[in-house]
């Protein structure tokens, strides 16, 4: 006997009513292809952009619904070891170090467990050198004994620009460092790694781990060896992997300039720009002209506005049916007033989880998330960067750069005629906001106070 | 074409919709500019040629044409152009694997002549044929015949990418032999035993003069060595966006074991497929991307309906009814993008059952039968019938078991007048009865 089926209020998905009580809100954009919980395990020696993949991976895996963490075991040390004197702490002879060392593995280690089986993580990055085989076999014991899917990421490097670069950008401004100066921090650093040298056993797939499934990262990115891939979010990390760089670039983000349908408050639909609109797009083709970006992409999306805004640029430019504003199905061409008085119960829906929440008939910012990453893909792959884009768009593409969460992403700001500059800056993005002085309606919506159910609409 | 173009001038350049795909196109003095990117799933700039290397029977060709499957269905028109079909072409009769002996002067002189046909062929396809990506499938063993092919490529301004599947596995290469090559045209008059000698002394013929891809020597080149049928890869160099999704094609398993394993159950997010799959007692899992496709302001209207309101729309989705686009709704080109991961998924599965709708279940089905835009709207997925799909050799066996419980049918043939200017019998004159 099938059993019945009752729509879900927000999310607008079929569940059976066997499920009892309201299922857990779906995580993942889609079908939960990753069942049980992964621990990427990072290798290498100092300085070679584990924390940087670290951080990347996991602002990526969260933002498309992967609950994930970074445990760096560094930080444990700082916290045991209050006051870090010299590289002396890392000699391999020096035994209370190295007990101190392992202790703090440990104790991260057992921070991955509590994440992984009873905070809901479903991705744990372990950061650390993990250089030996020793403490390598170690987390594979502890991923076996407790059912973790372990993945190394091994980063190889022997350039030493990039190294030097490296310990400029990320090292010498670390706690650690905080009472030295810059060259005898980086003189420092380099004792350090040459501790771990001696000692280090790379990642082998010829014979002692083939079996293991891992990739490595050569030469940032020049060469990459892929072993095993076992599942499906082993592929997607390897798949990122490979499409992101590091060469300097910056992204601009910006929303269309001000419609016909914004003036009447009116949402959704395919109108065209307003006067103001249009002095929006030149003021746009004037900033592009002095920020003078190189080889810069341009991309809109396929509605009229975003066109027309980029149209005015006068340079080539791509459309992306995915940077199509947000689907508000039947709720298109309506004004905020006008859903309020016809869908009171939708409005309000709307208001309680405006991230999950679906419009009848139309998308959520959860589908938003699914429908743009190919575009983060691609601009991950690319250098300079223009996206004119959508209100609920440029939400979604900002919350990935700035690691925003779920609950943030629907409230970001994105007014209409301001440009966000972004840039890659050590473990983040700096942003700068410019508003071209064209004066423009507001769409944004704050997060209201009270539920309106408890205001007693 | 029509008085229903809108025409909205405001700006440098005019943007006039497209009435068959709703997209907007800037126009000067009435006529649409040609440079206008649409971005479907990749855009190159330059042609790309994506070249083989390896030892027979280590999969290349399967590789090849795989890869050329499923570039055609994202919309990257791709061809591949195979060695050894010149080779049977000129030679016509296969006498033994002496024709591939290194001291077989004669032999290598055709074998020669064969490539740089083909090469040609390559630079037509990819200059004025419409092209963007040409496989070149061939051993390409050796250092030299591989920069013969990058100088080629840089003269004609081509970007390379080299597939290399390097085996070393027995029983994966007997199996090989097994199942591509002993049903080749060169064997068609032995048996066996004998076609699989031959073959084992021509495998050897390339052996000694075989040389791989070089971490060092080729360090400049562009390329992914497969190792151990895909559980290893290494990736040198990936220059640009094609490359990065043939990477991800390699990423999949392409070799499976029949074992018995779960099925995975997987449906849309509308209520009758989950009705359907709820019906099967096991778990499943729900995509929005198999959803149907979303008929714009023509939703759940019936056939005759959308000729009396819209009679130029449905003319137009019989002119081109895989690019036309339903107003605010899609197209079965917009399904495709739309249904590329779970493609991706399906690839990296093993025993997979799709429940979902017409629409959607062509494109997937025209991706693994390898059926251009032309098909895909019209292929025949009826209700209640199962389309099985087996990997075999090179391609897709297909069992089609129906179920055996009524239903109306739901496929509308291109009915002959596509004119905007046809009357209402000539439109309708194709729809199936219902009620």
Same mark, same amino acid.
């Given at each position: 006997?099938?059993?019945?089926?009752? /729509?879900? %209020?927000? *999310?607008?998905?079929?569940?059976?009513?066997? &499920?009892? #009580?309201?299922?857990?809100?779906?995580? =993942?954009?889609?079908?939960?292809?990753?069942?049980?919980?992964?621990?990427?395990?990072?290798?290498?020696?100092?300085?070679?952009?584990?924390?940087?993949?670290?951080?990347?991976?996991?602002?990526?895996?969260?933002?498309?619904?992967?609950?994930?963490?970074?445990?760096?075991?560094?930080?444990?040390?700082?916290?045991?070891?209050?006051?870090?004197?010299?590289?002396?702490?890392?000699?391999?002879?020096?035994?209370?170090?190295? /007990?101190? %060392?392992? *202790?703090?593995?440990?104790?991260?280690?057992? &921070?991955? #467990?509590?994440?992984?089986?009873?905070? =809901?993580?479903?991705?744990?990055?372990?950061?650390?050198?993990?250089?030996?085989?020793?403490?390598?076999?170690?987390?594979?014991?502890?991923?076996?004994?407790?059912?973790?899917?372990?993945?190394?990421?091994?980063?190889?490097?022997?350039?030493?620009?990039?190294?030097?670069?490296?310990?400029?950008?990320?090292?010498?401004?670390?706690?650690?460092?905080?009472?030295?100066?810059?060259?005898?921090?980086?003189?420092?650093?380099? /004792?350090?790694?040459?501790?771990?040298?001696?000692?280090?056993?790379?990642?082998?797939?010829?014979?002692?781990?083939?079996?293991?499934?891992?990739?490595?990262?050569?030469?940032?990115?020049?060469?990459?060896?892929?072993?095993?891939?076992?599942?499906?979010?082993?592929?997607?990390?390897?798949?990122?992997?490979?499409?992101?760089?590091?060469?300097?670039?910056?992204?601009?983000?910006?929303?269309?300039?001000?419609?016909?349908?914004?003036?009447?408050?009116?949402?959704?639909?395919?109108?065209?720009?307003?006067?103001?609109?249009?002095?929006?797009?030149?003021?746009?083709?004037?900033?592009?002209?002095?920020?003078?970006?190189?080889?810069?992409?341009?991309?809109?999306?396929?509605?009229?506005?975003?066109?027309?805004?980029?149209?005015?640029?006068?340079?080539?430019?791509?459309?992306?049916?995915?940077?199509?504003?947000?689907?508000?199905?039947?709720?298109?061409?309506?004004?905020?007033?006008?859903?309020?008085?016809?869908?009171?119960?939708?409005?309000?829906?709307?208001?309680?989880?405006?991230?999950?929440?679906?419009?009848?008939?139309?998308?959520?910012?959860?589908?938003?998330?699914?429908?743009?990453?190919?575009?983060?893909?691609?601009?991950?792959?690319?250098?300079?960067?223009?996206?004119?884009?959508?209100?609920?768009?440029?939400?979604?593409?900002?919350?990935?750069?700035?690691?925003?969460?779920?609950?943030?992403?629907?409230?970001?700001?994105?007014?209409?005629?301001?440009?966000?500059?972004?840039?890659?800056?050590?473990?983040?993005?700096?942003?700068?906001?410019?508003?071209?002085?064209?004066?423009?309606?507001?769409?944004?919506?704050?997060?209201?106070?009270?539920?309106?159910?408890?205001?007693?609409? | 074409?029509?008085?229903?173009?809108?025409?909205?001038?405001?700006?440098?350049?005019?943007?006039?919709?497209?009435?068959?795909?709703?997209?907007?196109?800037?126009?000067?003095?009435?006529?649409?500019?040609?440079?206008?990117?649409?971005?479907?799933?990749?855009?190159?700039?330059?042609?790309?040629?994506?070249?083989?290397?390896?030892?027979?029977?280590?999969?290349?060709?399967?590789?090849?044409?795989?890869?050329?499957?499923?570039?055609?269905?994202?919309?990257?028109?791709?061809?591949?152009?195979?060695?050894?079909?010149?080779?049977?072409?000129?030679?016509?009769?296969?006498?033994?694997?002496?024709?591939?002996?290194?001291?077989?002067?004669?032999?290598?002189?055709?074998?020669?002549?064969?490539?740089?046909?083909?090469?040609?062929?390559?630079?037509?396809?990819?200059?004025?044929?419409?092209?963007?990506?040409?496989?070149?499938?061939?051993?390409?063993?050796?250092?030299?015949?591989?920069?013969?092919?990058?100088?080629?490529?840089?003269?004609?301004?081509?970007?390379?990418?080299?597939?290399?599947?390097?085996?070393?596995?027995?029983?994966?290469?007997?199996?090989?032999?097994?199942?591509?090559?002993?049903?080749?045209?060169?064997?068609?008059?032995?048996?066996?035993?004998?076609?699989?000698?031959?073959?084992?002394?021509?495998?050897?013929?390339?052996?000694?003069?075989?040389?791989?891809?070089?971490?060092?020597?080729?360090?400049?080149?562009?390329?992914?060595?497969?190792?151990?049928?895909?559980?290893?890869?290494?990736?040198?160099?990936?220059?640009?966006?094609?490359?990065?999704?043939?990477?991800?094609?390699?990423?999949?398993?392409?070799?499976?074991?029949?074992?018995?394993?779960?099925?995975?159950?997987?449906?849309?997010?509308?209520?009758?497929?989950?009705?359907?799959?709820?019906?099967?007692?096991?778990?499943?899992?729900?995509?929005?991307?198999?959803?149907?496709?979303?008929?714009?302001?023509?939703?759940?209207?019936?056939?005759?309906?959308?000729?009396?309101?819209?009679?130029?729309?449905?003319?137009?989705?019989?002119?081109?009814?895989?690019?036309?686009?339903?107003?605010?709704?899609?197209?079965?080109?917009?399904?495709?993008?739309?249904?590329?991961?779970?493609?991706?998924?399906?690839?990296?599965?093993?025993?997979?059952?799709?429940?979902?709708?017409?629409?959607?279940?062509?494109?997937?089905?025209?991706?693994?039968?390898?059926?251009?835009?032309?098909?895909?709207?019209?292929?025949?997925?009826?209700?209640?019938?199962?389309?099985?799909?087996?990997?075999?050799?090179?391609?897709?066996?297909?069992?089609?078991?129906?179920?055996?419980?009524?239903?109306?049918?739901?496929?509308?043939?291109?009915?002959?007048?596509?004119?905007?200017?046809?009357?209402?019998?000539?439109?309708?004159?194709?729809?199936?009865?219902?009620?």
């Amino acid at each position: 006997m099938p059993r019945e089926l009752t /729509k879900n %209020r927000i *999310q607008k998905i079929w569940i059976s009513s066997k &499920d009892d #009580k309201t299922p857990s809100r779906r995580r =993942g954009a889609g079908p939960h292809l990753a069942n049980p919980p992964t621990v990427i395990v990072m290798v290498g020696l100092p300085a070679r952009g584990k924390t940087y993949m670290s951080k990347k991976l996991t602002r990526y895996l969260n933002w498309i619904g992967m609950p994930t963490k970074v445990f760096n075991v560094g930080e444990y040390r700082r916290e045991a070891v209050r006051n870090y004197s010299s590289y002396d702490f890392f000699k391999s002879d020096n035994e209370d170090a190295v /007990k101190i %060392r392992h *202790q703090c593995a440990l104790a991260a280690l057992g &921070d991955v #467990k509590s994440y992984l089986t009873d905070e =809901g993580g479903q991705v744990a990055v372990f950061d650390a050198t993990n250089t030996t085989r020793q403490r390598r076999d170690m987390i594979l014991d502890f991923g076996r004994s407790h059912g973790f899917k372990i993945f190394f990421i091994e980063s190889v490097c022997d350039d030493p620009n990039v190294i030097a670069s490296n310990i400029m950008e990320v090292k010498v401004s670390c706690p650690d460092y905080q009472d030295c100066n810059r060259m005898d921090a980086m003189l420092d650093f380099q /004792k350090r790694i040459e501790c771990y040298q001696a000692a280090y056993q790379p990642l082998d797939p010829d014979q002692y781990d083939r079996d293991r499934s891992f990739i490595k990262v050569i030469d940032v990115g020049r060469r990459f060896l892929v072993n095993r891939v076992r599942d499906h979010i082993q592929s997607k990390i390897v798949y990122y992997l490979m499409n992101i760089h590091v060469q300097p670039r910056a992204i601009y983000l910006c929303c269309h300039g001000e419609s016909v349908d914004n003036l009447k408050g009116r949402m959704g639909g395919d109108s065209e720009l307003s006067a103001r609109g249009r002095k929006f797009a030149t003021a746009l083709a004037q900033f592009v002209e002095l920020q003078k970006p190189r080889n810069l992409k341009v991309w809109s999306s396929q509605l009229c506005r975003s066109m027309q805004t980029a149209e005015e640029l006068g340079v080539p430019y791509e459309q992306w049916k995915a940077l199509n504003e947000i689907d508000t199905g039947m709720c298109e061409e309506m004004t905020y007033d006008e859903i309020k008085e016809r869908h009171p119960e939708e409005f309000a829906l709307r208001d309680e989880d405006k991230y999950y929440y679906r419009y009848p008939s139309g998308e959520s910012y959860q589908d938003l998330v699914q429908r743009v990453e190919p575009v983060i893909m691609e601009m991950e792959r690319q250098e300079n960067v223009l996206v004119i884009s959508h209100q609920a768009v440029m939400r979604c593409l900002l919350a990935y750069f700035l690691d925003k969460s779920a609950e943030e992403m629907p409230y970001l700001k994105c007014p209409l005629h301001t440009v966000l500059k972004l840039t890659p800056v050590a473990y983040g993005c700096k942003v700068e906001s410019i508003f071209l002085d064209v004066e423009a309606v507001n769409t944004h919506r704050d997060r209201p106070e009270l539920p309106l159910s408890l205001a007693g609409h | 074409m029509d008085n229903e173009d809108l025409h909205i001038g405001t700006c440098s350049r005019e943007l006039t919709q497209n009435p068959l795909r709703k997209i907007w196109i800037p126009c000067k003095n009435g006529l649409p500019e040609k440079h206008i990117f649409q971005r479907r799933v990749c855009m190159t700039n330059c042609p790309t040629l994506i070249v083989t290397v390896g030892l027979p029977a280590r999969g290349k060709t399967y590789i090849s044409k795989k890869l050329t499957r499923y570039l055609n269905w994202i919309g990257v028109p791709t061809k591949e152009f195979n060695v050894g079909q010149y080779r049977r072409e000129y030679l016509k009769i296969y006498k033994s694997f002496e024709f591939f002996r290194a001291d077989n002067e004669e032999g290598l002189k055709i074998r020669r002549q064969c490539a740089l046909s083909a090469l040609n062929d390559v630079r037509q396809y990819l200059t004025v044929g419409g092209g963007q990506v040409a496989v070149f499938d061939a051993t390409n063993t050796t250092r030299d015949r591989r920069s013969t092919i990058v100088e080629f490529a840089e003269n004609n301004g081509f970007k390379v990418f080299f597939v290399e599947s390097v085996c070393e596995d027995p029983d994966v290469i007997a199996a090989n032999i097994v199942q591509v090559k002993l049903g080749s045209p060169d064997y068609i008059n032995c048996n066996t035993e004998e076609a699989v000698e031959d073959f084992m002394k021509r495998i050897e013929c390339y052996e000694t003069s075989y040389q791989p891809l070089d971490e060092v020597l080729d360090r400049d080149l562009s390329y992914i060595k497969v190792m151990d049928v895909g559980g290893r890869y290494l990736v040198n160099r990936v220059l640009d966006h094609i490359q990065s999704r043939i990477f991800g094609k390699c990423l999949r398993k392409f070799i499976e074991e029949q074992n018995i394993k779960d099925l995975k159950v997987w449906t849309s997010q509308m209520k009758r497929t989950i009705q359907t799959a709820e019906v099967l007692g096991v778990p499943y899992e729900q995509w929005k991307a198999l959803n149907e496709i979303n008929a714009g302001v023509c939703e759940e209207m019936m056939y005759e309906e959308i000729q009396e309101s819209f009679p130029l729309e449905f003319a137009m989705r019989d002119q081109d009814k895989f690019r036309y686009r339903y107003p605010k709704g899609e197209s079965y080109e917009d399904l495709v993008q739309r249904l590329e991961p779970v493609i991706m998924e399906l690839e990296r599965q093993e025993n997979v059952l799709v429940v979902c709708h017409q629409a959607v279940m062509r494109c997937l089905l025209a991706y693994f039968l390898d059926k251009g835009a032309g098909e895909l709207p019209y292929l025949k997925c009826p209700l209640h019938t199962v389309l099985k799909l087996t990997p075999v050799a090179y391609g897709c066996r297909v069992e089609s078991v129906c179920l055996n419980v009524e239903a109306v049918n739901t496929h509308r043939h291109r009915p002959e007048n596509v004119n905007v200017q046809r009357s209402t019998e000539d439109a309708l004159q194709t729809v199936p009865a219902h009620f």
